[in-house]
């Protein structure tokens, strides 16, 4: 089970943190990532993250603006998104592969999703 949250409307420039509870998980390893569509897109990789809380992966894009973490006393992971743009407004999807040893990019990795949750930026 996932549940993400935290999307709304704002403005360029303007910052929002994404959250996702991930259920506790019995695998040893697994990874926890974010992916987005945005209007008339396909869906794309944006960031994941290790259950170890230190390996990371970037999207080109999100690299230096967006930054993944996780909190997993409280099984959460988060996305901060800083500085954003209209071309960032998609719906934003958290997604975990388990028993994973490293952060996939392909969404065909990735084994539960959650519902989403809407992001749009205005110019």
């Known amino acids: 089970q996932l549940q993400a949250c935290g999307g709304g409307p704002v403005q360029a420039g303007d910052s929002l943190r994404l959250s996702c509870v991930v259920s506790?998980?019995?695998?040893?390893?697994?990874?926890t990532a974010w992916f987005r569509r945005g209007p008339g897109k396909e869906r794309e990789f944006v960031a994941g993250i290790l259950n170890d809380g230190d390996t990371t992966r970037y999207a080109e894009y999100a690299k230096g603006r967006f930054t993944i973490s996780g909190d997993y006393a409280k099984n959460t992971v988060f996305l901060q998104m800083n500085g954003l743009k209209p071309e960032d407004t998609a719906v934003y999807y958290c997604t975990t592969d388990l028993g994973a040893r490293r952060v996939g990019v392909y969404s065909r990795m990735y084994d539960y999703w959650g519902q989403g949750t809407q992001v749009t930026v205005s110019s």
């Open positions: 506790e998980r019995t695998v040893t390893y697994y990874a």
